[in-house]
């Protein structure tokens, strides 16, 4: 202690050292110096312990000398200054899971969920299908929802989706075609078009019939205004021959024996109309 006592004495005789040192004075004369040091503060140090102070700072052995920097010496001080930077760290570290969450959530989780649900919807159509032409609309599709969401684009994948959808839909669809024919209510009208008023429009007024008895609201755009109405009946037009056969069968007994104008089966795309008919309708009459 002593000795350590003894150099820091000398570091604090700066200038006396730095002169004796640069001079290459003699260690004896530094003992005389420190003897004077420490006898005006009436200590008593052996000489053994000053010539061991003036080795000591001549080799620099309580002299501090820093790490050269290193990685593992930034670590170090980055660890014991952890307080001052670990609380904005861990502000950035929530921001950053914040929006990796955000994100996971608004754009990949529905991406994946969309995927697979084109995925599934076209092999449901694929196995209702019993025509070529729906299957072929079902790879359309799926192709352009698969485009669309390998380019990022949500929105018009969804559009797909909803064609693929409806189609799907439009496949499951079952009804029978019937003409009203029930008492006090009409069967057939004509119109005369605005174009040619020496000619007349014929049409039959149906309804659509579920397997289980009830009448569907089916969306129909009348040929007159071009507009599309969800309505439960509707005119369908024929010719005027199969508008005349239909009123002479009603009016014979009141009973229309042969109602059934077409079907619509699970796996087909169109009705299979039983009457001649253009497929031009009207919705009010």
Not at 6 to 26: F, I, M, S
Not at 133 to 151: G, K, Q, W
Not at 224 to 252: C, H, I, N, Q, Y
């Amino acid at each position: 202690m002593l000795a350590m006592d003894v150099v820091d004495t000398l570091r604090h005789q700066e200038v006396l050292v730095e002169r004796e040192l640069a001079t290459g004075e003699t260690d004896t004369a530094l003992l005389e110096r420190l003897r004077r040091v420490y006898a005006a503060q009436g200590i008593d140090v052996p000489d053994r312990i000053l010539a061991d102070g003036v080795a000591a700072l001549r080799e620099g052995r309580f002299t501090y000398a820093p790490p050269a920097d290193s990685w593992q010496v930034r670590l170090a001080r980055a660890y014991v200054q952890r307080g001052r930077y670990g609380r904005a760290l861990l502000v950035v570290l929530a921001v950053v899971a914040i929006a990796v969450v955000a994100y996971r959530a608004t754009v990949v989780v529905p991406r994946e969920t969309l995927a697979a649900d084109v995925d599934r919807l076209q092999a449901q159509v694929v196995a209702l299908a019993r025509v070529p032409e729906a299957v072929t609309r079902a790879e359309a599709a799926a192709a352009a929802a698969r485009a669309a969401l390998a380019d990022g684009d949500l929105a018009e994948a969804r559009a797909a989706f909803d064609d693929l959808e409806a189609l799907a839909t439009q496949l499951q669809e079952a009804f029978t075609l019937e003409i009203v024919a029930r008492p006090n209510e009409t069967t057939g009208v004509w119109r005369i078009p605005d174009v040619n008023e020496a000619a007349r429009n014929y049409y039959l007024i149906v309804e659509a019939i579920d397997p289980d008895g009830r009448v569907l609201q089916r969306e129909v755009r009348s040929e007159e205004t071009g507009a599309t109405s969800l309505v439960r009946r509707w005119g369908l037009r024929v010719d005027e021959a199969t508008f005349e056969r239909v009123a002479a069968d009603k009016l014979d007994d009141g009973i229309l024996q042969d109602r059934v104008f077409g079907e619509k089966v699970a796996g087909e795309l169109d009705v299979a109309y039983r009457f001649p008919t253009t497929g031009g309708a009207i919705t009010s009459w």
